[in-house]
């Protein structure tokens, strides 16, 4: 079983930036990928970024470059860096993870409120 741990949630002004963190745990850990997704109010979950175990990343079609997915396979962690934050980025934000049998594991989420 994995456990995953986000941080770095929280409030920030539009066109301020924060960065979120994910640390996987548990026994004999071998992930194929990790990422994060992202649920506001009234709307379904969505793809934000994932990476893979060999560095290929992947981002929602509304990043256009505005976040920045990075992993740490040794470490078992994955940060995602968010710029030029807007209101509609506002939502709960979930780490995800998958091994090498294709399960899936997600956070509990952590909360961005982008807002004035």
């Known amino acids: 079983q994995v456990q995953l741990e986000e941080s770095g949630g929280g409030l920030v002004q539009p066109g301020g930036s924060l960065r979120l963190s994910c640390a996987a745990s548990g026994s004999n850990i071998r992930l194929n990928a990790m990422g994060w997704y992202r649920q506001a109010p009234g709307k379904q979950r969505e793809l934000v970024a994932i990476v893979t175990r060999d560095g290929i990343t992947n981002y929602g079609g509304f990043v256009k470059g505005q976040f920045t997915i990075s992993g740490d396979n040794a470490a078992n962690t994955v940060n995602l860096e968010m710029n030029n934050l807007k209101p509609d980025d506002t939502a709960v934000y979930y780490c995800?993870?998958?091994?090498?049998?294709?399960?899936?594991?997600w956070g509990q989420g952590t909360q961005v409120i982008v807002s004035s």
């Open positions: 995800h993870a998958r091994n090498r049998f294709a399960t899936v594991f």
